[in-house]
């Protein structure tokens, strides 16, 4: 199948595998403003395999991969950093050479279960707190378990997990992709000109 490609970034959708349900295309997220003006779920064309077949061994484990945001335009990721508390600046990258989401390589992840109910994790999405980090110990078991499985699997697959943020998992290699802020509105235009 011959995917729409622009800038290197393609759209994925339920139909491939994931669940989506973007963050920052609602209020429900930690800056509770509406933040992309459309629900339209990019990544990186080089990573959709490695994304794709980490969703193919959750599934076979009876699981479902939910993406809670993946490419996000630089612009974005400025007003992000900009509505952040100075205090709590370290979970949020500034729109500098070093924030991932911009390139398209980046995605935040958690699991469902086949009925799209999120398993029990540390910490909701965007919980700037000890708690959030991906090694921190002091956690009911079940908690622990999934958050670990999630990270084990998609480790196997080129994903490294931030150490702050355990749902935040960059591929292999993301800093020699280019920084990006391609509006979501232009994408859909440029893919129904094609």
């Known amino acids: 199948m011959n995917r729409f490609v622009y800038h290197g970034l393609t759209r994925i959708t339920d139909d491939d595998g994931f669940l989506i349900d973007l963050k920052y295309a609602s209020e429900d997220n930690f800056t509770g403003i509406v933040h992309y003006e459309t629900e339209l779920c990019l990544v990186h064309n080089d990573i959709l395999i490695a994304l794709q077949n980490a ?5 076979r484990d009876g699981l ?19 509505a952040t508390p100075e205090d709590l600046k370290a979970y949020v990258p500034a729109p500098s050479a070093n924030a991932p989401h911009p390139r398209g390589c980046t995605v935040d992840v958690t699991l469902a279960d086949k009925n799209g109910k999120e398993l029990a994790m540390p910490t909701g999405f965007d919980d700037f707190s000890e708690k959030a980090h991906a090694d921190f110990l002091a956690l009911p078991q079940k908690q622990r378990e999934n958050r670990d499985y999630l990270i084990r699997v998609m480790n196997r697959f080129g994903f490294e997990v931030s150490p702050l943020e355990w749902w935040h998992f960059n ?24």
Do not use: C, H, N
């Not at 969703?55 to 599934?59: L, P, S």
């Not at 939910?66 to 900009?82: G, H, N, S, W």
């Open 171 to 194: 591929y292999r290699g993301w800093r020699e992709y280019p920084l990006l802020d391609i509006r979501f509105s232009e994408f859909l235009q440029e893919i129904s000109s094609v």
């Open 55 to 59: 969703a193919k061994q959750f599934q």
């Open 64 to 82: 479902q991969l939910k993406i809670l945001d993946a490419y996000r335009p630089m612009t974005v990721q400025k007003a992000l950093y900009e």
